[in-house]
């Protein structure tokens, strides 16, 4: 994840399905460099694969950087931003955005990077909604270190991201 900005773990949802994603798929895309940004990688990614996805494609360049990742949360998309400024200086950061529940798949890809990420200082917004056209979101963040496949395990426990069934291995 070190070269890119951003990461989508795909599901069982319609919107993955249309597009050709396996279920638990990460789609890893938007080069790290100083002069890319985050909102400028997704809506030309949105223009390249999801123009068809009326609230995607609703997406523009002047948004602030998050809302395309809340977008992704609400059609069921976990989504992560590396949001690292300079390794050397600060160490290595990220942001996961988490939609209300994940299936099985998505949770094993979720930990699958979290062990790429491992010594990453992560934030996490979870219970995401927009009410009155304002984004409303809960936040946890790892302060204390640990590796973030054990401080995501036990996230995921512990807080209201529910685990539900893969439609797609059920043939549902």
């Known amino acids: 994840m070190d070269n890119y900005k951003i990461a989508i773990f795909h599901g069982d949802n319609p919107v993955d399905t249309n597009h050709g994603y396996q279920n638990g798929e990460i789609e890893k895309f938007g080069e790290r460099t100083e002069k890319s940004y985050h909102i400028f990688e997704f809506t030309e990614r949105i223009q390249e694969k999801y123009n068809d996805v009326p609230?995607?494609?609703?997406v523009k360049k002047t948004y602030p950087a998050h809302i395309p990742a809340v977008f992704f949360t609400l059609l069921g998309d976990p989504?992560?931003?590396?949001t690292t400024p300079n390794d050397k200086n600060y160490g290595k950061m990220g942001q996961f955005y988490f939609?209300?529940?994940i299936n099985e798949s998505q949770r094993k890809a979720i930990l699958e990077l979290a062990n790429e990420i491992?010594?990453?200082q992560t934030l996490?917004?979870?219970?995401i909604e927009i009410i009155n056209g304002e984004v409303n979101w809960q936040t946890k963040i790892n302060?204390?270190?640990e590796h973030n496949a054990i401080f995501l395990q036990r996230f995921l426990d512990q807080n209201l991201i529910e685990i539900r069934e893969?439609?797609?291995?059920?043939?549902l």
């Open 55 to 58: 609230l995607l494609s609703s």
């Open 79 to 82: 989504v992560f931003y590396n």
């Open 99 to 101: 939609p209300k529940s």
């Open 118 to 120: 491992s010594t990453y």
């Open 124 to 127: 996490i917004f979870y219970d």
């Open 143 to 145: 302060i204390e270190n």
């Open 166 to 171: 893969d439609k797609r291995e059920k043939g």
